[in-house]
């Protein structure tokens, strides 16, 4: 078993609808990194997290140390979002990643 | 706003051959990860430098090596390259180590293929 479970591994979603990529993770943390990884390879931070919840825009991401769990939602979803999104778990600084997210919005 | 830089982006070597890819940091970042993403697979941790030290090791292969300079820039040297070498090498950076939450900033990656 993988030390970070994403689901689901593949995610297609029409134009304006809200998003959930799901997280778990059986290792203790220092942080929980959600990362999106467009076509081509570029790797953009969305988000870093310790405790509670973080926005930026359209998305917003949410964790629970207890349950060793986060989620990472998109409202009103654009197809710009199209992306692979990775959730990744820092322990003393390096990172272990989740397999990925597709995500595919259709307009 | 500056950005990791990784040089090249591209590079196609032959099996055997030798290869260095390069990252700069983010002025005054002074931690450098460096990753490696193989087709289809998740990226997976090789190893970090912090103040020019080592300051961890993943699951880099023997032929690997890697150094920071003074100016914090960081080297990944990769000998006898061999067709499973084929990947994208990211580096990242932050402004520290150690059991702090800090974020990484992403270069864009260097596309290593071998032939």
């Known amino acids: 078993k993988n030390e970070v479970e994403q689901s689901p591994q593949n995610l297609t979603a029409q134009e304006g609808e809200f998003i959930t990529i799901n997280c778990s993770y059986s290792v203790g943390i220092s942080a929980l990194h959600w990362l999106q990884q467009h076509p081509g390879g570029g790797i953009v931070s969305l988000f870093m997290?310790?405790?509670g919840k973080k926005k930026h825009g359209r998305l917003i991401a949410t964790i629970n140390i207890q349950e060793k769990h986060s989620s990472l939602h998109i409202t009103a979803s654009h197809p710009r979002d199209s992306a692979v999104y990775i959730c990744a778990v820092a322990s003393y600084g390096k990172l272990t990643f989740g397999q990925g997210t597709i995500l595919t919005v259709h307009p | 706003a500056a950005g990791v830089i990784q040089s090249p982006r591209h590079l196609i070597k032959e099996k055997r051959e030798t290869a260095t890819l390069k990252c700069y940091p983010i002025p005054r970042h002074d931690t450098v990860y460096w990753y490696q993403q193989g087709p289809g697979q998740d990226p997976q941790f090789l190893i970090s430098?912090?103040?020019?030290?080592?300051?961890d090791k993943g699951s880099i292969p023997d032929r690997f090596s890697a150094q920071q300079f003074s100016d914090y820039h960081s080297e990944l040297n990769m000998s006898s390259l061999e067709l499973g070498d084929s990947a994208l090498y990211f580096c990242?950076?932050?402004?520290?180590?150690?059991?702090?939450?800090?974020?990484?900033?992403f270069g864009p990656g260097t596309r290593l293929t071998v032939t």
């Open positions: 990242a950076s932050s402004p520290a180590t150690g059991q702090g939450a800090y974020e990484q900033y």
């Open positions: 997290l310790s405790s």
């Open positions: 430098f912090y103040e020019k030290m080592q300051s």
